[in-house]
């Protein structure tokens, strides 16, 4: 395994990581969860993000089930949730009020029940699943620094923020003197490239942020899986996945937006085969090229597929310039900055 | 004339501008641009835009000679320059060095000889005319709060930069507890929209950015006098301008951008045809209905296309929230963002 | 015994204390570490320092034992321990991770570990081990005012750590409004000066800094044992050592170095003679004679060891202004910096 | 020429430069000294360095004057003073008080006494020729920060200061928001190499330090013209020189020291030899290498030594890294520190 620093912070965390959004607690069972845990831990993998709405508190269940059943110990694993979401909380669902969003109220108590959950004293990073413009940044800011203070975390991070929110958060930690998020967790991948190259670029110098990537094989598309087909064939993960997320995506399907990633997809087909590798393992690969990513959170739902993303350690080898170069030309997605100081 | 704060501060400026990036001290002589001045002035224009480097710095002299001829007071003014393209400055403009940019030395420097071209002794507003990513973001905080500090100009603000540089000099000027940049002067009209109703939006409220705009007819384009034709034909200006921006727009003339902008001009004709207004007030009025524009900047080479863009003042009235819809619905080209609050 | 401030605060420490680097918990069995325990409060000895890393963990628990076996109470006692080389912790020694170094996680897990196996609430100071590059300052500085804004310590130090990144640590602390580092323990002996003499000699009055040092008597060779012969005879602790520190220093035994050393010994032998001590005490006594050492860390395999360097508290006495220039003009490796304020 | 930025700055400033300790207003006469300096700026240096202690203030005088006569433009010139020594501007040389060290009294009568000799408003940097440990630094820090605000310089620096003073400065200019030193002026060559590879390394991340280094040639031992002699040979420079620090430096004539740096320079000839350049070019073209050189300040008695050195940028492009490393082995005196951040 690779390790790699989370960002500007003295935190080492392995270069891919295990994630779970609709797995863990969701369509996978117990022991498989557990299978798919250990096979991670035995490889080198340390961390492990979930989120207080990840298959409605499910998957931190079964996330701290795992660390009791198997006697790890936090000093050697770094986990991370995310508080935003936190519908299943409330007796009321169809009424959220404050069982969601960014509010003070909502930060610390979506974390305690969240800890609750995991039955873990603390986590390593707290997220802002999303941002909550409603709320002020001061309060959010104040909110997630009560959790540092208060040793329910070590750091905090954002998730889908913009650059601006994020250096917004930076000014009001400044102006206090708390601390800023330390990582942001956006969507990066070789479709989905312009918040990681082109509206982050200016955050990693100065703010030293870092970042835990999701959607690496963009719900499976980049595997190829998909290709030749109009849509997702009934039964498949796309077809059938009710969650909001995908549902919104599904409206693509069949369309300009899909035919058009499907397309990219079979430019890439002859690169991998060049490299003698998958079409999985070169988007991984690609995805872990980048010096800004500090880990690739991947999904599993058998060991045997985490043992297949694992090679992509081994792909990234052999991305050499010129290879990362014939992939900017097949897909024309690449966003080029102009070099800054004098030469 | 209508007059507006510009953005959070108390400073009062004419919702139409006059600035002058290539007419004045440029291919208009100096009398008609007296009587440019003169017109602006006397129907109730107080703001006057100019920059170091406009007709290389003649922009600023003649501006300063129209002040001293007609008796104008700074008190009855509002004057801004901008500094970052100082090569007029400097003995050897093949090897500019400190002559530009945005060190301090040169914000000093580029600003002391602007006052000197203007002969005043302070100016209202001085923009930094572009981002320096080279130059660490206290040193240019740094310099501007000197430049107000020594009564040298009241506000700062910036031109083209990115919001979340706009956000980092924030933070910079909130540490330090100095001034942060009070206005944008982007560009914004009927065809570039992103910048101003996109990546800028959340500035407006946080920072209290306020807007200058330039280009409202994006260079002619939308007057509709390009439409039906291939290129600018010669003779106009598009077709003879030699500065480096028009030289790279040129690029554009004919091939699928060009067309595509005079496809969308063409549909905005019927609108303006059925509101009895022109294309070019069409253009400048829905660019004030933006209310978080403070000012649009306009340029003149006569008298008379001056008091043609006045009118536009009239017509922004007759732009109700249906009128806007039909010409986002024209264009397609709006950003919609969800609503904040709660209710 | 005399006792000392420690640094710039208020907290009194015996200007010879107990330490135990592979001593307690290592080749001193329990019943003989409690017998030096006792010896050495009985005498008066306040200051026990200890770290996460000496023998594995075992110091600390042996220390921890011997608390509660007197029935001593902390209000009578100061305790240090160390944070970073925390492998002990870890469930794959070979794959450390987040079981070292000063990182946020670390620096609290590690001192939580350390507390547990002293069975104490709190100590009273923690010092960070070695200067961890690869974190940054601001949140070292942030994970050390935790620990003393949760109750854990009370005071906060260095170890080993360079003048300069002391002086950053009080900038970042100073620019927070948190607290800095207090003292620092290095190295300091008749053979080894410069840090303590030369690097380090601004800060005792620019910060206050404390100093707790460590190898008064350079690991035995300045007890003049090892006069005379090439290397350290088998079966001497020197000889058997086999912690990478001393494994590191094995490869002097001999050369050009070791030769060097003992001749400087030999040096001081007629000067020891002459004021009727042992080298040992005199060279205790010579550190005992800097005033910005607070403690002299001193091991002791048995109590008799202890008695025996305690007297160096009355030798320090005999060291006279003319003594002490002797002792330098025989080593020729004093530090002569220049008076100071005018005359 | 090759221009670098200074430091964590803006400020561009040539590879080269030109400075002038005993040479312009000492034994070179004013007509020959203007020489150097039009030939300096005409192959694009420019940065020039003074101290008001140079040549006992003419040195001041004498580059003021060349500004004048031919009619350079500041804009277009980064020039730097020095204040501290200022005993010549006492009436009482012998008993100079307050016309020395970095009172906030002698930094800035000393300044503007220097402003007064080059006929200037301003200049570029202003140095603190050496650390004052009698003077608070606080009061130092809002000197030079007055100079700042008053406009009478841009930034500041400091010359042959500790790495442990520098930072102290920072964390005074932090603690009160005021601006930190941004360059610091040592000796740096092939023989003196402590400082700026090792003592200094923390720096230049942390508060972005730049370097303007004097003595490439270390007072012309590097050119190899003192080899095979025991002294410098009587009416040679070194032999003639006067000044204190010169005086200090002839006491190593003929010892061991003298003779060590003899033997050094002997084995960089082949070197220079097989690369086909003089021992002169070889030295300052090194010392260009270092990236965190900003400027090498050189000397030149006359316009044709200018050029030889001038020769050292093409030269530095001979250093490979194997050719460095030959250097390196040949002298012996190279620091190596260990790689940082995790592999």
């Known amino acids: 395994m690779e390790y790699r620093y989370l960002g ?6 392995s270069a891919l990581s295990l994630g779970g959004w609709i797995t863990y607690g969701g369509h996978v069972d117990e022991d498989e969860a557990f299978s798919c845990f250990k096979a991670a831990y035995d490889t080198g993998i340390n961390f492990f993000d979930t989120a207080e709405n990840y298959s409605a508190g499910k998957a931190e269940v079964i ?3 795992a660390i009791k059943k198997f006697g790890w110990k936090q000093n050697d694993l770094v986990i991370s949730t995310k508080v935003y979401f936190g519908l299943n909380n409330s007796a009321h669902p169809e009424r959220p009020l404050n069982n969601n969003g960014l509010s003070r109220k ?5 974390v305690n029940q969240s800890l609750a959950r995991l039955d873990l004293p603390y986590v390593d990073i707290v997220f802002a699943h999303r941002p909550d413009r409603d709320t002020p940044m001061e309060e959010i ?11 329910k975390t070590f750091y905090w991070g954002t998730s889908e923020w913009s650059a601006v929110e994020i250096a917004d958060a930076w000014r009001v930690a400044d102006r206090l003197g708390l601390v800023g998020p330390l990582a942001e967790q956006p969507q990066y991948n070789l479709l989905v490239r312009g918040k990681v190259e082109d509206e982050f670029r200016w955050l990693y110098e100065k703010y030293g942020t870092g970042l835990t990537v999701f959607s690496p ?5 980049l595997t190829g899986k998909y290709n030749g087909q109009d849509a997702p064939p009934p039964g498949s993960r796309l077809a059938e ?7 919104a995506y599904s409206k693509t399907f069949g369309n300009d937006v899909w035919r058009r990633e499907l397309d990219q997809v079979a430019k890439l087909k002859p690169l991998a085969d060049k490299l003698g590798v998958t079409l999985a393992q070169l988007a991984l690969a690609w995805v872990l ?6 880990s690739v959170i991947t999904g599993a739902s058998r060991p045997a597929q985490l043992q ?8 990234a080898e052999k991305l050499t310039p010129d290879v990362l170069k014939e992939i900017d030309d097949a897909l024309g997605n690449a966003f080029v900055n102009p070099p800054r100081r004098l030469g």
Chains 1, 2, 3, 4 share one sequence.
Request: proline letters at 2%.
């Open 308 to 315: 297949e993303n694992l090679r992509a350690l081994e792909v």
């Open 289 to 294: 090229k980048n010096p800004n990513v500090s």
């Open 8 to 13: 500007r912070s003295g935190l080492k965390i």
């Open 217 to 221: 094989l963009k719900q499976g598309i």
């Open 241 to 247: 996945a009710k969650d909001k997320f995908t549902v």
């Open 141 to 151: 800011v104040r909110a997630f620094n009560y959790l540092i203070d208060s040793g």
């Open 106 to 110: 909502h930060v610390i108590e979506g």
């Open 63 to 65: 996330l701290g089930k």
